[in-house]
Structure formats: structure tokens, C-alpha cells
């Protein structure tokens, strides 16, 4: 089964940046879509960035030009830099993936059956 774990969350200061791995397992043949959400407390989850089997990227406004996903398939890693962050940033981060979804809009949820634990990204001031 689909297993996703992240790290390199963490606490920074306003302006800071820092950068996320997802490390994924038991994909098959499959070809994965792999995407990066955000939690804030007392908020609904968002769509932050996704990649496509294809490397087509998609970002949400609120985050483009900051933030970049890459994978790195060699070592079955997905990666999130996130710069200038801001306090409103603050939330835990998930990693999530999916297959045979792809007419769904690259960052709803409801395209990522495969969800990591989360990595709590907290943003001062």
C-alpha cells in the first residue's frame, strides 16, 4: 500500500524559508499524481501545490512565485520550498498522492486518496 511520510517542518521566522520532503512507498506501475495541502487551525484544507505525472506544476495564487514542488524520483521524494513565508502560512502540511483522478482540478481533494501524517509549519512574527 501507499505509504507517505513528511518532514522538514518546523518553526521560522516571518520572511524565512524552509523546505518539505514527502517520502512515498508501495506505488505500483501506476502512473502518480503527487500534491502538497495545508491545514490552518479552524480552517478548511487547501491546495498548495501539485505535480503532474507529466511535471506540469500548479500552485495557488496565494503561494506562487514563493513555493516550488519537485520530486526527486530516484529517491521516491517529493519536495516543497516554501520562501518568504508569511505567519499566515502557519499549518500543518500534508503530503498526498493519486492515479486515475486526473479530471479533477490539480488541487481538490478529492483527487488524493494517499495522505501523509502531516508536518506542522509554524510562521512567527
Known amino acids: 500500500q501507499v505509504q507517505l511520510v513528511e518532514s522538514g517542518g518546523g518553526s521560522v521566522q516571518s520572511g524565512g524559508s524552509l523546505r518539505l520532503s514527502c517520502a512515498a512507498s508501495?506505488?505500483?506501475?501506476?502512473?502518480?499524481?503527487m500534491g502538497w495541502f495545508r491545514q490552518a487551525p479552524g480552517k478548511v484544507r487547501e491546495g498548495v501545490a501539485a505535480?503532474?505525472?507529466?511535471?506540469?506544476?500548479a500552485y495557488a495564487d496565494s503561494v506562487e512565485g514563493r513555493f516550488t514542488i519537485s520530486q526527486d524520483n530516484a529517491k521516491n521524494t517529493l519536495y516543497l520550498q516554501m520562501n518568504s513565508l508569511n505567519p499566515e502560512e502557519t499549518a500543518m502540511y500534508y503530503c498526498?498522492?493519486?492515479?486515475?483522478?486526473?479530471?479533477?482540478?490539480?488541487?481538490?481533494?478529492?483527487?488524493?486518496?494517499?495522505w501523509g501524517q502531516g508536518t506542522q509549519v509554524t510562521v512567527s512574527s
Open positions: 498526498a498522492a493519486g492515479y486515475g483522478l486526473g479530471y479533477l482540478r490539480s488541487l481538490s481533494l478529492a483527487r488524493y486518496p494517499y
Open positions: 508501495g506505488f505500483t506501475s501506476r502512473r502518480y499524481y
Open positions: 505535480l503532474e505525472t507529466d511535471g506540469t506544476t
